[in-house]
């Protein structure tokens, strides 16, 4: 008995439908809203793009000059820049 229910063996093929729903469900959702919350709302995400960025803009400049920094030998500049 489940919820009230009697199944009996010949009853296996509903357990089976079931479980193939419930595993479909859980893919499509995490697949459409776990891109939701990690991309938008996730305070990691909104902590990375809208208060590290920011820092690391005005300490080191913009991506050419990131990448220009980061290919210059280690000058007491880029040291302070960087750690």
């Known amino acids: 008995m489940l919820l009230g229910m009697s ?3 010949q009853d296996f093929y ?3 439908i079931g479980l193939i729903t419930i595993f479909v469900f859980i893919f499509l959702f995490t697949a459409v809203f776990g891109r939701l919350f990690c ?7 909104v902590f990375m ?6 820092i690391e803009y005005l300490i080191e400049g913009s991506a050419q000059k990131q ?3 980061n290919k210059q030998p ?3 500049e880029k040291i302070f820049k960087k750690d």
């Open 74 to 76: 280690w000058t007491p």
């Open 39 to 45: 991309g938008w709302i996730c305070p990691q995400t």
């Open 67 to 69: 990448r220009a920094l």
């Open 14 to 16: 509903i357990f089976g």
């Open 7 to 9: 199944f009996w063996p």
């Open 49 to 54: 793009e809208m208060v590290y960025r920011k």
